[in-house]
Protein backbone atom coordinates (compact mmCIF):
# COMPACT_ATOMS: atom_id res chain seq x y z
CA UNK A 1 0.00 0.00 0.00
CA UNK A 2 1.40 3.47 -0.99
CA UNK A 3 1.76 6.07 1.40
CA UNK A 4 0.03 9.71 0.00
CA UNK A 5 1.79 13.02 0.54
CA UNK A 6 1.89 14.13 3.86
CA UNK A 7 1.14 11.24 5.57
CA UNK A 8 2.66 10.33 9.12
CA UNK A 9 4.56 7.42 7.63
CA UNK A 10 6.45 9.79 5.14
CA UNK A 11 9.31 9.76 7.49
CA UNK A 12 9.05 13.15 7.69
CA UNK A 13 9.87 14.73 11.67
CA UNK A 14 6.57 15.63 13.37
CA UNK A 15 6.42 19.39 13.38
CA UNK A 16 6.05 20.67 16.89
CA UNK A 17 5.19 24.23 18.04
CA UNK A 18 7.01 25.82 21.08
CA UNK A 19 4.77 25.36 23.47
CA UNK A 20 4.68 21.47 22.81
CA UNK A 21 8.45 21.62 22.50
CA UNK A 22 8.30 23.01 26.09
CA UNK A 23 5.85 19.98 27.24
CA UNK A 24 7.91 17.81 25.70
CA UNK A 25 11.51 19.27 27.39
CA UNK A 26 9.31 19.35 30.94
CA UNK A 27 8.23 15.43 30.22
CA UNK A 28 12.00 14.37 28.94
CA UNK A 29 13.71 16.05 32.06
CA UNK A 30 10.91 14.42 34.55
CA UNK A 31 11.55 10.86 32.97
CA UNK A 32 15.37 11.52 33.13
CA UNK A 33 15.31 12.55 37.07
CA UNK A 34 13.16 9.42 37.44
CA UNK A 35 15.08 6.95 36.04
CA UNK A 36 16.45 3.91 38.05
CA UNK A 37 20.46 3.34 38.45
CA UNK A 38 20.57 0.21 37.27
CA UNK A 39 18.32 2.03 33.05
CA UNK A 40 20.37 1.33 30.25
CA UNK A 41 23.24 3.78 30.13
CA UNK A 42 22.07 4.38 26.42
CA UNK A 43 18.84 4.63 26.98
CA UNK A 44 19.57 7.96 29.35
CA UNK A 45 22.28 8.93 26.61
CA UNK A 46 19.41 8.90 24.22
CA UNK A 47 17.12 10.99 26.55
CA UNK A 48 20.15 13.56 27.14
CA UNK A 49 20.54 13.72 23.68
CA UNK A 50 17.16 15.15 23.10
CA UNK A 51 16.76 17.23 25.79
CA UNK A 52 20.00 19.43 24.58
CA UNK A 53 18.33 18.86 20.87
CA UNK A 54 15.28 20.41 22.28
CA UNK A 55 17.07 23.14 24.67
CA UNK A 56 19.36 24.12 21.44
CA UNK A 57 15.79 24.43 18.93
CA UNK A 58 14.01 26.55 22.07
CA UNK A 59 17.01 28.85 21.91
CA UNK A 60 17.09 29.39 18.74
CA UNK A 61 13.89 29.69 17.98
CA UNK A 62 12.18 33.34 18.46
CA UNK A 63 9.27 33.04 20.80
CA UNK A 64 6.45 34.08 18.77
CA UNK A 65 3.24 35.61 20.56
CA UNK A 66 1.30 33.23 22.21
CA UNK A 67 -2.11 34.76 22.02
CA UNK A 68 -2.33 32.49 18.59
CA UNK A 69 -2.44 33.91 14.86
CA UNK A 70 -2.65 37.38 14.38
CA UNK A 71 -4.86 38.81 11.40
CA UNK A 72 -4.56 37.44 8.22
CA UNK A 73 -5.01 39.70 5.28
CA UNK A 74 -7.83 38.81 3.12
CA UNK A 75 -6.11 38.32 -0.13
CA UNK A 76 -3.14 37.85 -1.16
CA UNK A 77 -1.03 40.27 -3.06
CA UNK A 78 -1.53 39.99 -6.64
CA UNK A 79 -4.70 38.44 -6.62
CA UNK A 80 -7.87 40.80 -7.52
CA UNK A 81 -11.32 40.96 -5.63
CA UNK A 82 -13.29 37.99 -6.02
CA UNK A 83 -16.08 38.78 -8.42
CA UNK A 84 -19.41 39.62 -6.11
CA UNK A 85 -22.15 38.48 -9.02
CA UNK A 86 -21.85 35.67 -11.60
CA UNK A 87 -21.76 31.82 -11.27
CA UNK A 88 -21.14 30.34 -8.08
CA UNK A 89 -17.94 28.41 -8.09
CA UNK A 90 -18.03 24.63 -8.59
CA UNK A 91 -17.02 22.06 -6.06
CA UNK A 92 -13.83 20.13 -6.60
CA UNK A 93 -14.51 16.63 -7.55
CA UNK A 94 -12.39 13.86 -5.41
Known sequence: MRAFHG???DNQPIRR????KQKQLRDLRETLA???SHTAPTLRESVQK???QLEAELAAA???KDAG???RSPRPEGRGPR???G???RPRSI
Open 7 to 9: QMS
Open 83 to 85: PTG
Open 62 to 64: PVL
Open 69 to 71: PGP
Open 50 to 52: RIR
Open 17 to 20: THAE
Open 34 to 36: TMK
Open 87 to 89: TPR
